[in-house]
């Protein structure tokens, strides 16, 4: 999550979609549109998250994927189902419920709505105080409390740039998602 960490793909061998969904943009539905990405490809119900296998999580390590090179509604998408999947009143669902608000802030940057983007990323920010709290830890699923926090209120005060290409991913966040350590898969 720092600027000066380098990227890495933690699953290289996974397809990246051809372009990323935009609302509103003209880009065509992922699953709805014939021409979607994603059109007949029903994605597998992924395993729900737990703490102590996170690296093991192939739907939690894509969509950290995803957010890091600018496929924030296919970030968002995958850990909404993951959240499903590991139950929205757990510890574990509370924190992918802040990395939904994060991507959702993605989304909203893509969409030009700077007041969308503040209310996601200071709801992002105060969901990953209350799991920090909650769980009495420095880092959680592999990312540190401290940078997310940090994130969250960046993301908030930054100014976007507007204009940019319908369904080009773009990474628009100074600040990377990266576990630590970095599963070896």
Known sequence: MQETVRFTRLLP????????????SGTPHPYRDPRGHSYNKRPQAPKGLKESQWAENRSYL???DYFNLGFYWEAHDEWERLLR??????????????????AAAGIKVREESIHGVRRHAAS?????????????QDRYCGLNFTLLQFAADRAAQLAYPTDLEPGRPLRVFPFLLVPEPVPLL
């Open 85 to 102: 999947a590991t139950g929205a009143d757990t510890l574990c669902g509370l924190f992918l419920k802040g990395l939904v608000k994060m």
């Open 124 to 136: 992002a920010g105060e969901v990953f105080a209350d799991v920090a709290a909650e769980s009495d």
């Open 13 to 24: 061998s996974s397809e990246v979609p051809r372009y990323t969904h935009v609302p509103g």
């Open 62 to 64: 894509m969509a950290l």
